[in-house]
């Protein structure tokens, strides 16, 4: 087997590895929903096997299909999170068997499919795949998150000690930059076609902002003055009596707390502020005297080289990540410390750009100039528009081959089960912009 299948059979086994992990639990947690937010997480098991089944085994591999009943049942368009339990799903034996059968079909289709396709050239629908599992991966760690009850999960405990730069901020300097890819074989359809951008001046903080830091937000009235809001963001603040992120809690002493996994952990504030909204991050930002980055001023902030004026694949370089430059993976059940990976900075001193949470940007997510749905409407092209706001950097629990300098997330600006957090940029002044 070439490097290129090598690669990619290791990066689908870390997948399966993750989603066993996170699925090896009793039948009744497995089939419970824990929240209506998200699918019970056999759901979630069958939806992979049955993407893998779609795109690599009768896709790549030429065959019919392994069954015949179930492709609409775990389509995500056509079932909302909510109602999904009420579908006669497999049952959780059944589950595993057919997951079991995909993936063995799958290895026949690496070793003997062809790359030459535009579909598969590189490896690209393999890595598409793996990515697929990896984000449900992290979709089930959010479900887990979710649940109540004993931990089910355990990991080391993340980095407890930084070393956090001496400046809070730093400038960038106003210029163009490249902005996406059109080299990375496994990049998705949203992250293309590469084009430059011109990008003004601003400043940027070097680290996410952390728990102590959003603290005296809370402390300072930040939930309660209206000033601070966009308008969207007070009526969502009043509605659902916003009034901390969420998991904060008091432990029996009345000292902060958070709920983490399934167990009550002191809240650490040093470590970057995660479950935030988008109108949360919105309102600190204007209270810190910022703003939110835009999408492309983070990409500069991580990407561009000032020696070189080039764009890096990563705020380090172009490696891979390593465990040294981020914190990715689940390797931990939570964000290390601000400062925790100095590895990992990018050339302008912004730390932690990838990795721990993930970053709320005020931009809403569109297509870049050029750009084409590949190889299907739905992962992206649905999504555009104004609805919902685009997140960068990927989180504790994204995975490395779902996490890169040019990777879009996006999601519902109310949403605060997924694992972001935020940095705050600023409009130099004088430059004829606002910061809020």
Not at 51 to 68: C, D, F, I, K, S
Not at 142 to 165: I, K, S
Not at 379 to 391: A, I, K, M, P, T
């Amino acid at each position: 087997m070439n490097s290129a299948r090598t690669r990619l059979r290791r990066h689908l086994e870390r997948a399966r590895d993750r989603t066993r992990s996170l699925t090896d639990i009793s039948d009744s947690e497995l089939t419970a929903q824990h929240s209506p937010l998200m699918s019970p997480l056999v759901w979630d098991l069958v939806h992979i096997a049955n993407q893998e089944e779609r795109w690599l085994v009768r896709g790549v591999g030429g065959r019919q299909p392994l069954r015949n009943d179930i492709d609409d049942l775990y389509d995500a368009f056509l079932h909302p999170r909510a109602t999904r339990p009420e579908l006669p799903l497999l049952g959780p034996d059944e589950a595993r068997r057919y997951v079991d059968e995909v993936r063995a079909a799958t290895w026949e289709a690496l070793e003997n499919g062809s790359f030459d396709s535009e579909l598969n050239r590189d490896g690209f629908v393999f890595a598409m795949v793996a990515q697929h599992e990896q984000q449900h991966g992290e979709t089930m760690l959010a479900t887990h998150q979710l649940r109540e009850g004993a931990p089910l999960l355990d990991a080391p405990e993340a980095p407890r000690e930084g070393n956090p730069p001496d400046r809070s901020q730093v400038l960038v300097p106003a210029g163009e930059v490249e902005i996406g890819t059109s080299s990375d074989p496994w990049a998705l359809d949203n992250e293309k076609p590469a084009h430059r951008v011109h990008v003004p001046e601003f400043r940027i903080d070097t680290v996410p902002v952390s728990n102590r830091r959003y603290l005296e937000f809370v402390e300072d009235g930040g939930y309660e003055r209206h000033a601070l809001w966009s308008g969207p963001g007070w009526k969502h603040r009043c509605d659902t009596g916003l009034e901390a992120p969420r998991f904060w809690t008091h432990d029996a002493s009345g000292r902060r707390a958070r709920q983490s996994f399934g167990r009550l952990v002191e809240l650490h504030p040093d470590e970057p502020v995660v479950h935030v909204c988008f109108y949360e991050a919105e309102a600190f930002a204007r209270w810190a005297g910022g703003r939110l980055p835009t999408e492309f001023e983070w990409e500069k902030a991580a990407r561009w080289d000032p020696e070189t004026g080039r764009s890096r694949a990563y705020p380090w370089g172009d490696e891979e990540p390593g465990p040294e430059h981020a914190n990715l993976g689940q390797r931990h059940l939570g964000p290390a410390v601000v400062g925790a990976y100095p590895a990992g900075a990018s050339p302008l001193g912004v730390h932690q750009l990838i990795g721990d949470v993930w970053e709320w940007t005020s931009s809403p997510f569109e297509p870049y100039p050029g750009f084409r749905a590949f190889p299907y409407p739905e992962y992206s092209e649905v999504f555009f528009g104004n609805d919902y706001r685009v997140l960068r950097g990927g989180s504790f629990g994204t995975d490395s081959v779902a996490c890169r300098g040019t990777f879009r997330n996006w999601d519902l600006p109310i949403r605060r089960q997924i694992f972001a957090g935020f940095r705050v940029a600023y409009t130099p002044a004088g430059t004829g912009e606002s910061d809020v």
